[in-house]
């Protein structure tokens, strides 16, 4: 849904440890739910890995923000990390989809803000949208993690 319908290739993974929460009360609280999923990962740290621990954060934030602003609010989240990925889940209560903002406004100057979707879009390897029976709608967003050998 990026520009384009990425859906993943992989096959079932094995789940480390999952955290599930509905209604956080703020993106700080998301980023301390997907820290908490992360850190039972096992292997060495590296500074690629915090490099893609904070893929994950910034990604979980910003999907967990659009939902507060555009979506009518937070309605269910999940984290589910697995060796190679995290997986970042936001349910909220509209069934729009999310659209890209215009980077540059009518003067052609650099908009400020507006590049949540963007930013999701670039760090995630996967993006699904899923419509949900009770209406709104679902985002799951894959973030790679390091495996110590680089990105």
Known sequence: MCGQDKRSATGAVAVSRQVVSTGP????????A???ALAGRSG?????DDD????????ASELVTNAMLH?????????TPTERE????VSDRSDQLPVPARQIDDAGRLRVGGH???????LASDVVISNLRTGGKRITAVVPLST???R
């Open 34 to 36: 997907v820290r908490h």
């Open 86 to 89: 995290v997986h970042v889940s």
């Open 71 to 79: 979506g009518g609010g937070v309605t269910a989240f999940e984290v």
């Open 148 to 150: 110590g050998a680089g």
């Open 52 to 59: 893609s621990v904070g893929d994950a954060l910034l990604v």
């Open 44 to 48: 060495s740290r590296t500074r690629d």
């Open 116 to 122: 949540g979707w963007m930013i999701v879009c670039t």
């Open 25 to 32: 009360g703020s993106p700080a609280d998301v980023r301390q």
